[in-house]
């Protein structure tokens, strides 16, 4: 079964520089999250899409942005990079019932490890 | 308030079963999630449970779950190496958007 897909694996960038991860959910899958987790910590909420609408909004910094495209892959982007961004990034995905908002399981990818020097 | 509270670490010997404990504070807390990280790896979800269960068994899993007292517990039966791991328990907040709140995270390790 196709799974949630993020790219790259891995990437390596140095203070004050732009990277932009990508996340691809699993089809049919309408909404995206973002989740940060640091060295050694539990995972932190960033951000989430659904419909490509931003649903929620949580320990985002505001060098951070994300959003939902048309065939709901979403692109965080962040810029003005600081050691302190260093961290492994998910992407998950869920469905929702639109009538309903049901709430249904979350996906995770494998994350995309961010190395700021 | 959103906190999920975790034991920092377990060890068993191979063979014995693992019991991880997590408490949460949201009473509205609508499902409970058990996920596994291994090193260097994305977050596996293991199990759920709704939040009006008590119990939900799954081969070696077993999650417990007690709504009076907002604790949550994952019993691995027959633990294995391949068992060793961190455990995150999380919760999905009311309010349909799915957020999980995450817990710092059990590591687990089984030795022979």
């Known amino acids: 079964a196709a799974g949630v897909i993020q790219s790259p694996r891995h990437l390596i960038k140095e203070k004050r520089e732009t990277a932009t991860l990508k996340c691809y959910p699993i089809p049919r899958h309408d909404t995206v999250y973002w989740y940060q987790q640091g060295p050694g910590q539990d995972p932190q909420f960033l951000i989430s899409f659904y419909e490509k609408m931003q649903s929620d909004k949580g320990s985002i910094p505001d060098r951070f942005s994300a959003q939902q495209f048309s065939d709901y892959h979403s692109e965080l982007n962040m810029s003005s990079l600081e050691l302190g961004d260093s961290a492994l990034y998910f992407c998950?995905?869920?469905?929702?019932?639109?009538?309903?908002?049901?709430?249904?399981?979350?996906?995770f990818g494998s994350g995309t490890q961010l190395s700021v020097l | 308030g959103e906190d999920v509270e975790q034991s920092l670490f377990l060890s068993v010997r191979e063979g014995d079963s693992s019991v991880i404990n997590c408490t949460y504070t949201?009473?509205?807390?609508?499902?409970l999630y058990w996920y596994k990280q291994e090193p260097g790896a994305g977050l596996q979800l293991l199990t759920y449970i709704f939040s009006n269960m008590d119990m939900k068994q799954d081969q070696r899993l077993t999650v417990l779950l007690n709504k009076k007292d907002k604790h949550l517990s994952l019993r691995i039966a027959d633990t294995q190496t391949g068992d060793s791991a961190i455990y995150f328990c999380a919760e999905s907040l009311s309010g349909g958007y799915n957020k999980l709140i995450f817990g710092a995270g059990t590591r687990l390790a089984v030795h022979p």
């Open positions: 949201d009473s509205s807390s609508t499902y």
């Open positions: 998950a995905s869920s469905s929702q019932g639109a009538a309903t908002r049901t709430n249904e399981k979350l996906f």
